[in-house]
């Protein structure tokens, strides 16, 4: 497979000379219902001494729930909260470390991360830049990280993103919206208890479940698809449609989209993802919307790219009885629509993926604000 290292994930079959990227995956993964009450055990063994503490990042849902008391603190161990509101920004990324720094004198024996995207992203970020030195935006972009992180855990508490699987963790920074994609980003542990997940409100765990689909959708559909990517993405396809169309029961369905998010970042792992995800970057950017919503507003007006992935997500949608919000793009200035647009056309390889090496052809700036002006 070629690949462009410019955009690392982001297999792209165009430019100079070939080479096969060799990617690294998340070396050990604990599975099962209950299973977060192995997590004292699985650190223990990465426990520097008693002055070099676990950093527990969790999103601050959980604050006050019996989730907390089943972690297992000890020694200077330290929980940390973080709203998941917005999403990470490197600033954020930077004052945490800050701290950390400020508090202890050793550097911490692991970072773990519990909670979304958002507290995934985070816990890797976090990591990366207690053992690299500089500011978090210094390092947005392909494989500029030099030195190992600080051994990271993630244990997500919904399902769909993928970034417990993926290279890459997401910032927003002074100048962009980047990830710090590299093989030290990988967590080094991964803990799936699809009973954590179960107090995500309806809405979103649907919007964050799309983003599995989505990424499914584009992945299968896109000109870089190969066998790698095709194995996993047609098996967290069948999860997906069994989560959200089949009759599970619940808890059922939370092991099943769970495996599926898992799947799905393995599929976009060696492939690409595609339009939705491109013009979400541009809502993003503009008007700070987020990520599953985002791909939501988007994904329902991609009938001409996605005919069978779109009629297959209005089903979903009626099933649950999802209303999206209308208007989000009404009113805007045409300054507005120009950065959206170039912010999305900015995203080649998605472009690439999605419509083939002469995709400036068939999305022309006026075309894509056609599409914006749905939304
Ligand atoms: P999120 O982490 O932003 O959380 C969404 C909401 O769900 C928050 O309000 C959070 O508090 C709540 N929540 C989470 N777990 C809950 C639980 N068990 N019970 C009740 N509420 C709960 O959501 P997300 O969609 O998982 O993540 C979005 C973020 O992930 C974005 O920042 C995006 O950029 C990032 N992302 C990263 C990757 C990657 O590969 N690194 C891929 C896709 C998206
Ligand atoms: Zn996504």
């Known amino acids: 497979m070629k690949l462009n290292k410019e955009f690392d994930i982001k297999n792209t079959a165009s430019t100079s000379a070939p080479s096969f990227r060799n990617f690294p995956m998340v070396p050990r993964v604990v599975y099962g219902r209950g299973s977060f009450s192995e997590l004292g055990a699985v650190l ?13 990042l969790v999103d601050d849902v959980f604050e006050g729930t019996s989730l907390v008391d089943r972690i297992p603190l000890i020694f200077n161990d330290q929980i940390i909260f973080i709203s998941a509101e917005e999403e990470p920004k490197t600033d954020q990324v930077d004052a945490l470390v800050s701290k950390i720094k400020n508090d202890f004198s050793e550097r911490p024996s692991a ?4 909670g979304g995207g958002t507290l995934l992203d985070l816990a890797k970020a976090v990591a990366i830049l207690l053992s690299n030195s500089g500011n978090a935006a210094n390092y947005q972009g392909w494989d500029l990280v030099r030195k190992a992180a600080v051994y990271h855990v993630g244990i997500p508490t919904i399902s769909g993103t993928g970034a417990e699987v993926s290279r890459t963790t997401v910032l927003l920074g002074p100048e962009k919206k980047l990830g710090i994609n590299s093989d030290f980003t990988i967590f080094d542990q991964v803990l799936l208890d699809p009973d954590l997940t179960e107090g995500v409100t309806k809405e979103q765990w649907f919007y964050t479940g799309m983003d599995c689909f989505i990424h499914c959708v584009e992945s299968l559909n896109g000109t870089y698809l190969n066998a790698f990517s095709q194995s996993y993405g047609e098996k967290a396809m069948d ?3 069994e989560v959200f169309l089949g009759d599970l029961s619940p808890s059922d369905a939370r092991e099943k989209l769970m495996m599926a998010s898992w799947h799905g970042g393995m599929s976009i792992a060696y492939s690409q993802v595609g339009v939705a995800h491109a013009m979400s970057y541009g809502l993003s950017f503009l008007l700070g919307v987020k990520h599953g919503i985002g791909n939501c507003l988007v994904f329902q007006h991609l009938n001409d790219y996605y005919p069978e992935g779109v ?3 209005k089903q979903m ?6 209303a999206l ?3 989000v793009c009404a009113g805007l200035s045409d300054e507005a629509f120009d950065t959206m647009v170039g912010v999305s056309l900015k995203m080649e390889p998605l ?4 419509l083939g090496k002469d995709w400036r052809s068939k999305m022309t700036p006026a075309r894509l604000r056609t599409l914006y002006e749905k939304i």
């Open 44 to 56: 223990m063994p990465h426990r520097k001494n008693s002055d070099a503490p676990c950093i527990f």
């Open 111 to 114: 970072i773990i991360g519990i």
């Open 239 to 241: 999860l997906c449609t």
């Open 311 to 313: 009629a297959l997500f």
């Open 317 to 322: 949608m009626a099933k649950h009885h999802i």
């Open 325 to 327: 919000p209308k208007g």
């Open 351 to 354: 472009w690439e993926n999605a």
